[in-house]
C-alpha cells in the first residue's frame, strides 16, 4: 500500500520559475526521502529530511518536513528543462524493516 | 552513478513462464532490496535481504522469491507470471539494515504478453 500520497499529479512550468510538490503520510516516520526518475529509469537520491528536521536545503532544493500535519514540500527554484522529471517522496520507518514506502509521484515538466 | 548495476535492461516473457532477474551491488553493501514499479506508480516494495537472509516481506505473493549472495550480488525470480507482473523492477542497497540511504539501480523492464 501507498503510504504518500503526492499533489499535483503533473505539474507544467516554464524554465526559470520555481517548482513545489506536496507530500502527505499516514504514520509516523524516522525521516522522508525525496527521489527524481527520468522517464522509468532509476531512482536518483535527492535529498533526506530526519523527522527532527524541518528544513532542508540542498542547492536549488528545500525541503519542509511538518510531522504534526504529516506533510513534506520539495521546492526546486529557478527550474530548468533539464529537471523535468518524476518526483517520489518516500517514508522511511525503522521499525517496518527499513523499507521505503513510496507515494505515486508528481510528473514535473519545464519548458525551455 | 549509484556503483549498482541491473541485467537485463529489458526483458520479454509469456504469461506461465519463469524469470530471474539480477543485481550487483557496491562491495561492502550488506542489505538489498527489491521494488516493483507499475507503470505510472511509485515503487511498492517486494522484499528485502540482509546478509543472504530475507529481513522482510511486502504484500507479494509467494511466487516471487529472492536470493542474495556473498559477492554483493542478488537475484529475483518471479514463478508463473502473470500480466500485471509488467513492470520496472528496482533494486536497492545499502551499507547496513537501517541505513538511511539507499543506492538504487537503473532497473529492469519486464513486459509479460
Known amino acids: 500500500s501507498q503510504q504518500g500520497e503526492e499533489d499535483p499529479q503533473a505539474l507544467s512550468i516554464q524554465e526559470g520559475e520555481n517548482a513545489t510538490m506536496n507530500c502527505s503520510y499516514k504514520t509516523s516516520i524516522n525521516n522522508l526521502q525525496w527521489y527524481r526518475q527520468n522517464s522509468g529509469r532509476g531512482l536518483v537520491h535527492l535529498i533526506l529530511?530526519?523527522?527532527?528536521?524541518r528544513e532542508k536545503h540542498s542547492g536549488r532544493l528545500r525541503v519542509t518536513l511538518d510531522t504534526s500535519k504529516k506533510s513534506s514540500s520539495l521546492l526546486i527554484t529557478a527550474s530548468r528543462a533539464a529537471d523535468t522529471a518524476s518526483y517520489f517522496c518516500?517514508?522511511?520507518?525503522?521499525?517496518?524493516?527499513?523499507?521505503?514506502?513510496f507515494g505515486q509521484g508528481t510528473e514535473l515538466s519545464v519548458k525551455p | 552513478e549509484t556503483g549498482v548495476t541491473q541485467s537485463p535492461t529489458h526483458l520479454i516473457k509469456t504469461r506461465g513462464q519463469q524469470v530471474t532477474l539480477r543485481c550487483s551491488s557496491q562491495?561492502?553493501?550488506?542489505?538489498v532490496s527489491w521494488y516493483q514499479q507499475a507503470l505510472g506508480q511509485g515503487p511498492q516494495f517486494i522484499f528485502q535481504?540482509?546478509?543472504?537472509?530475507?529481513?522482510g516481506r511486502g504484500n507479494f505473493p509467494p511466487r516471487f522469491s529472492g536470493l542474495q549472495f556473498p559477492n554483493y550480488s542478488s537475484e529475483l525470480n518471479v514463478n508463473a507470471l502473470e500480466l500485471d507482473d509488467s513492470a520496472l523492477y528496482l533494486c536497492a542497497s545499502s551499507t547496513e539494515l537501517l541505513a538511511d540511504e539507499q543506492y538504487f539501480g537503473p532497473g529492469t523492464r519486464l513486459t509479460v504478453t
Open positions: 562491495s561492502g553493501h550488506n542489505t
Open positions: 529530511i530526519r523527522s527532527n528536521e
Open positions: 518516500a517514508t522511511y520507518i525503522y521499525n517496518q524493516g527499513g523499507k521505503l514506502i
Open positions: 535481504y540482509y546478509r543472504e537472509e530475507e529481513n
